[in-house]
């Protein structure tokens, strides 16, 4: 059973000019001289934590973390203004020719995953592999179950407290009804849809180790700006046609590639995981009995690993 690398910390780290508001934070440790891989974090709200650099062998990677527009450490932070996924992937082309780097192996989950498959589909020849995890194709029913008619049924309490905290008239359309009041005037109301909105990805994310807070619970300017980025994208079906990354694989069809998916995963059912290896053939896909949603628990982590270690070994 692998397990996570020792804690490291970056040797070089630097904020990316993007000829627009917008300085991404970028951070490489690891080996200077090792094969190049980056890391794409999900969300389109969240942002890099020092355990990413975990899944790879440090004295084999030279590893590249980059907190996306408006995210982590990138500034401004909530920034919505040039902040689309077309932006993210000129982002790491930026990166990518900043460092000097031929190829690299892109490696993310769930809306990184999402993002690793795009870059590629646009990048090929500047991809050696994907490791992805968590797969998340955009498409409309991949919205509408985790916003419209799916894991609602799974968690209907947790889900009622999310359509309660939106007006009734605005429930038939839930992102867009949760748009409405995030930015509106009612400042109470806009915390507390963040608040069940932040619970409510939570609870599908987590499932049994879920742990619900109170209505006390302080909800900060930060916590709403990470909501409202996530609807920014959600609303706009992520700046992708649907569909897009199903009908593109065959632009990934020399790409060494490894699908990663956790049989419990609400938030992405593992359907998606089943027709990307169907439209990518060639790939290795692993399904976890075990696992869910995060990239935690020591099924997933000796996946995670155990795939990474591979494409160092090649």
């Known amino acids: 059973m692998k397990t996570l690398y020792p804690e490291i910390t970056p040797y070089h780290t630097f904020f990316l000019e993007t000829g627009s508001k917008h300085a991404v934070y970028v951070e490489q440790s690891g080996n200077p001289e090792g094969f190049p891989v980056i890391f794409l974090h999900g969300g389109p709200c969240s942002g890099t934590k020092p355990d990413h650099r975990r899944f790879f062998n440090p004295e084999r990677y030279r590893i590249i973390l980059f907190d996306q527009r408006g995210c982590g450490l990138s500034l401004p932070f909530g920034e919505l203004e040039h902040n689309t996924t077309q932006d993210l992937i000129d982002d ?4 990518r020719q900043l460092l000097q ?6 490696f993310g989950g769930s809306w990184g995953a999402a993002l690793a498959l795009l870059y590629g589909q646009q990048h090929q020849i500047r991809v050696s592999g994907l490791i992805i995890r968590a797969v998340f194709l955009v498409r409309q029913q991949d919205l509408d179950w985790f916003a419209k008619d799916g894991a609602g049924r799974i968690y209907p309490e947790q889900w009622q407290r999310l359509l309660e905290s939106i007006p009734e008239q605005g429930r038939h359309n839930l992102v867009q009804g949760l748009c409405d009041v995030l930015w509106g005037q009612d400042e109470v109301a806009t915390r507390r849809a963040a608040r069940e909105w932040i619970a409510w990805g939570g609870q599908v994310a987590l499932g049994n180790d879920y742990q619900a807070g109170t209505q006390s619970d302080h909800v900060t300017e930060k916590m709403v700006k990470q909501v409202r980025m996530e609807l920014h994208y959600a609303r706009s079906h992520y700046f992708i046609e649907e569909n897009r990354i199903l009908e593109n694989c065959a632009t990934l069809s020399n790409i060494p590639t490894i699908i990663i998916h956790g049989r419990q995963d609400l938030v992405c059912p ?5 027709k990307l290896h169907q439209a990518l053939p060639h790939a290795d896909y692993i399904v976890l009995p075990n696992a869910g949603h995060i990239a935690q628990g020591e099924e ?11 494409f160092a070994e090649k």
């Not at 780097?101 to 892109?106: A, K």
């Not at 997933?300 to 591979?310: C, E, N």
């Open 270 to 274: 593992v359907e998606a995981g089943m």
């Open 92 to 95: 790491m082309e930026r990166i």
């Open 101 to 106: 780097i031929e190829q690299w192996l892109v």
């Open 300 to 310: 997933m982590i000796d996946a995670l690993v155990a795939a990474t270690d591979r």
